[in-house]
C-alpha cells in the first residue's frame, strides 16, 4: 500500500470506534488525515496520537447531516493538504425501536446522518476529486441492509439508510468512473466497537449474536480498516460499485 503515503483522507466519525481505527492505519500508511466527528476535542485526541507517532493530521468538527459543515471541513482540508483524495464516509448512529414505536424524529435523524450525511459528504469530496481526476471513496453500509444482506427488527430506520448507502455506493460508482473517482462499500458485520457495546455487555445477546456467526466472535475495527485500506489503495484499482462484505460469515448462512 505504499501508493497511499502523501494522499490526503477525511474519516467522518472518526473520534472513536471503527472510524478512528481507519484514521490512524491511514496516517501509519503514510495518508495526511482529516479526522473529523461532532466533538473538536475528541478528533484532537486522535491527531495528537496520530502526530506523536510521526503522521500528519488535522481535527475538524463536522456534524454530517449539516451541509454547510461539510463544505466547511472539505474547505479547510483543501486548504491544508491542497487535494482531497480519499473518503471514508463512517460516520453513523444505531438505536433499536420497534417499528411500531418509532416516531417521526427518530426515523429522520437516522436517515439524516446515515444517508443524507453520505450524500453530503461524497458530493462535496467529489467535486475536489474530478478537478483532480482522481479519487476513491468508502462508504461503511452494514449487513442490515434488505436485498442481498439481512433485515433487522428494531432497526427499521437504520436498515433503511444502509440499504440506501448500498444503493448509492453503485450510482456514484457509475456517475464518477469517468472522472477515475471508485466508490465502494462495505458491509460490516458485529463488530466491538461503542455502537455495538450492548451486544457484547448482554450475555443472552451476546450468545445469540455469536451463534449465527460462523467464526463465532465480534470482527474487530482493525478488520474493517484492513478492507478500507485495500479499497482506497490501488490493489484494488479495478474495483468500483462493489459491497464487500466483512462479517465473519453470518450472510453465509
Ligand atoms: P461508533 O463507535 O458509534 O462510531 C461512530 C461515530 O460517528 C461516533 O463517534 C458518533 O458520535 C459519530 N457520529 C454520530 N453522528 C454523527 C454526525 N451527525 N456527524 C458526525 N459524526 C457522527 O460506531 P462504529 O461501530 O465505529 O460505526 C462506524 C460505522 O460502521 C457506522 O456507520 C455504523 O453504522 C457502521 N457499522 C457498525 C457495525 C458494528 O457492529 N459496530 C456494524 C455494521 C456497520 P456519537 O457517539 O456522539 O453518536
Redesign the pocket.
Known sequence: MEDLKGKVAIV??A?????KSHALKLAKAGTKVTV????QEECQVVVDEIQKAGGEALAIK????NKKEVDQMVQKTVEKFGRVDILVN?????QFKSFLEMTEEEWDRTLN??LR?YFLCAQAVAKEMVKQKSGAIVN?????MGQMGKGMAGLAH?SAS?GGVAALTKTLALELAPYNIRVNAI?????D????AS?KTDPKILEQTLAIIPLHRMGE?REVTNTVLFLVSNASSYITGSVIVVDGGWLAG
Open positions: 467522518t466519525g473520534r472513536r470506534g471503527m472510524g473529523s466527528d461532532i466533538s463536522c456534524d454530517v447531516s463512517n460516520a453513523g448512529i444505531c446522518i446515515n450525511g461503511i453500509a452494514s449487513v442490515v437504520y444502509k458491509a460490516p458485520g458485529a463488530i466497537t461503542p455502537m455495538a451486544t475495527a
